[in-house]
């Protein structure tokens, strides 16, 4: 076969997938071939060899997308082996969309088996046509014919898989003008969502985000041929209409017309626009090659997917693409209406690391690799706590958000740009910041993380944590999964897969050797005031946690001398410490060939103004933990609280003014005077005491 590339339109998404053409008597064949990493033949058996039509359904919605019309199962054959399957299926596709040609295509249907099994060491799903008299050709929808069309997949020594996707259609039924290039259109969207879809079809039905449903001339052929299977459809219970939305799904009205016609306006709807939130348009190749369009329906906020044409490729940094969106005037990730999107956690990235975080196996020997790049990653985060820096003022755009009481500083050096913001908090427990922190399971990790980033938070998991070194050490060490929106919403999303260390260290300590925490250091009994504590966040290169396929439409980066680092503020003249300083690391790689991008460069200092937010952290998990572990505390308000005439904190009688409002975590009535309005809980000043805030310390019993 002839090698043949990509068209513009689909290479963007298409990446590492190969192309190959062949004429054979009249009938176009063509070959998409693409490498699997982390793929077993287990993975792939379990995809191809089809046991319900909910997985049939699932598979051809997340291999095809949009192009996807229905996807419906005949009939399923007893399968006499694991690796083997036959079944009989009902698909329409809508044509790719093309500009160049009017009226657009019609859509097509195929009626074909489905044969699976193990040929010689490969794996080979055959796509075959067959003609049944029960299923006649429909009205403004053309029958297609698959020949020698379907999977085969090859495993090879290194343990790498390779997959081919074979298709051919009969070329009178595609456009006359350009069969190939639907051919290679629909192949190599197939080959390259294939690594997404194995993930996918992994998890249980209830936990997808792939529901397709079947449109309205295909429920009533269905509701036909399971009735009278042997017996065609009358012509008169076929009068289609074209659907008013997309100008190219036919609606019929039969027996299901009732499904897919909106009688308050007068409006002929297929089923998919009729179930979509939003009025689906004509597909076009950006939406077909782009798997975040199947999301973009069922999230919160229904915004439409980012352009194919402005992603940058995973091999390039996100701040390489600030000459082509400079000029966009997009909206910005910090804006206040993505935090709508945090409802939808987890994400569609998730499937991918939990099949990653499965087959992560961490030993003794790699936990001790593990806690000498820690603590090397300390020594050189407070290395950088001593060297210069200049003053920092954030950039001035429609799209920042100004953050007060946050010192800015940066350091450029010829391969890392960094930011390091500090902040100055009440005296709260240094022990209790690095608690929150420690963040020793993906809820936790979730929990904190959405708190602390706000809206450009995407998604997180805990693959691996260790337990301390010993029974009274605050260290922690966990591997981390962290997905962050990029400066705009056109890029690509980021991911770092990292090592979090922390540890509390004497400053006086030469070598700085991590101190020893006793197991009842509360509030009450804080730690000595020549400590210091550090959290670091390292990246790490895991051959079991590899970058996500590239048609997920985020780019693997990577964490160098990033994280926290705490210490007590100077006392003032014979009085107490002041409170704790804070100061959060935030960098970005940077090409040797020139200086880091604004786009970059306002990602960093976003990122590193987010440590204004660990006071709010603090509390929200104080709150979290007070009404978890404290039996002491009532879950409702008691009755002679509510009826109390007086404010439980200044002890002033309550008024027609003067409102009685209860404490969320102590359940006092207190007045709004007495409320913390710091927060976004309503919280009496009583509570909000640095002196009694305690969290549930990691290392204690």
Not at 542 to 550: D, F, K, Q, S, V
Not at 660 to 684: A, G, S
Request: net charge positive; aromatic share 6%.
């Amino acid at each position: 076969m002839a090698r043949i590339e990509l068209a513009d339109n689909i290479a963007a998404s298409a990446a590492g997938v190969s192309l190959f053409h062949h004429l054979d008597g009249g009938k176009h064949i063509v070959k998409a071939t693409v490498v699997l990493p982390g793929t077993t033949m287990n993975d792939m058996i379990s995809m191809l060899t089809l046991r319900t039509a909910q997985q049939y359904s699932r598979m051809m919605q997340s291999l095809l997308g949009d192009l996807v019309v229905g996807a419906i199962t005949l009939h399923t054959a007893d399968a006499t082996d694991e690796s083997d399957s036959l079944s009989l299926h009902w698909l329409t596709l809508q044509p790719p969309h093309q500009r160049d040609v009017a009226p657009p295509p019609r859509p097509q249907d195929y009626v074909y088996l489905q044969h699976t099994s193990m040929i010689m060491g490969r794996l080979v799903s055959l796509w075959h046509s067959i003609t049944l008299p029960s299923m006649p050709p429909r009205a403004h929808v053309d029958r297609g014919t698959f020949h020698q069309s379907g999977f085969v997949v090859t495993p090879h020594a290194n343990g790498h898989i390779t997959a081919s996707f074979f298709l051919s259609v009969v070329p009178t039924l595609l456009s006359p003008s350009t069969p190939l290039a639907a051919l290679c259109h629909i192949a190599s969207t197939c080959a390259s969502r294939l690594l997404s879809t194995v993930a996918t079809l992994s998890l249980p039905s209830h936990l997808s985000i792939l529901h397709l449903t079947p449109s309205t001339d295909q429920c009533h052929m269905m509701c036909q041929t399971q009735s009278k299977p042997h017996d065609g459809i009358a012509p008169s219970r076929q009068q289609a209409i074209a659907c008013n939305t997309c100008q190219q799904r036919p609606v019929y009205l039969s027996c299901a017309s009732t499904k897919s016609y909106n009688s308050s306006v007068n409006d002929h709807l297929c089923a998919l626009c009729h179930t979509t939130p939003t009025p689906l348009s004509p597909p076009t190749p950006t939406h077909v090659t782009t798997p975040s369009s199947i999301a973009g329906v069922h999230s919160v906020s229904y915004r439409h997917p980012p352009s194919c044409d402005s992603v940058a490729s995973p091999a390039s940094s996100s701040s390489s693409s600030s000459a082509t969106s400079s000029a966009a005037k997009s909206t910005s990730m910090w804006t206040p209406r993505h935090t709508l999107s945090l409802a939808s956690i987890p994400s569609v990235l998730y499937p991918h690391i939990q099949k990653h975080a499965n087959r992560l196996h961490v030993t003794p020997e790699l936990e001790a690799d593990m806690r000498d790049m820690g603590q090397a990653a300390v020594d050189a985060l407070l290395g950088a706590m001593q060297t210069p820096m200049l003053a920092l003022t954030p950039p001035s755009s429609p799209d920042s958000h100004v953050v007060h009481d946050v010192e800015l500083y940066e350091a450029n050096t010829s391969h890392l740009y960094t930011v390091k913001a500090v902040v100055t908090l009440p005296p709260y427990n240094m022990l209790d910041v690095m608690a929150l922190l420690d963040m020793r399971t993906t809820s936790g990790f979730r929990q904190t993380m959405r708190t602390l980033l706000d809206g450009a938070f995407v998604d997180g998991a805990v693959l691996h944590a260790a337990p301390p070194s010993s029974p009274q050490s605050a260290e922690s060490m966990t591997l981390n999964w962290l997905a962050v929106q990029n400066s705009k919403v056109h890029l690509p999303h980021r991911d770092y897969v990292f090592l979090k260390y922390g540890n509390c260290y004497r400053r006086c300590s030469r070598n700085r050797r991590p101190a020893v925490i006793p197991p009842e250091s509360t509030a009450e009994t804080p730690p000595p005031n020549d400590m210091v504590a550090v959290s670091v966040w390292e990246s790490v290169d895991l051959a079991a946690c590899g970058p996500l396929p590239n048609d997920l439409n985020i780019l693997r980066l990577n964490f160098r001398r990033c994280g926290y680092v705490i210490e007590s503020v100077a006392p003032r003249s014979g009085g107490d410490f002041d409170g704790i300083r804070v100061s959060f690391f935030m960098s970005e790689e940077v090409l040797s060939s020139r200086s880091v991008s604004p786009l970059g460069k306002a990602w960093v200092v976003r990122m590193a103004q987010s440590v204004e937010r660990l006071r709010q952290g603090l509390m929200e998990q104080y709150v979290r933990e007070g009404r978890r572990t404290d039996d002491a505390v009532p879950r409702t308000v008691p009755s002679v609280a509510r009826s109390s005439s007086r404010c439980h904190c200044c002890a002033k009688r309550f008024s027609l003014l003067r409102r009685r409002h209860p404490c969320q975590l102590c359940c006092q009535i207190v007045c709004k005077r007495c409320l913390d309005k710091q927060f976004q809980l309503d919280l009496c000043v009583a509570c909000c005491v640095p002196t009694s805030v305690s969290l549930i310390k990691y290392w204690t019993p």
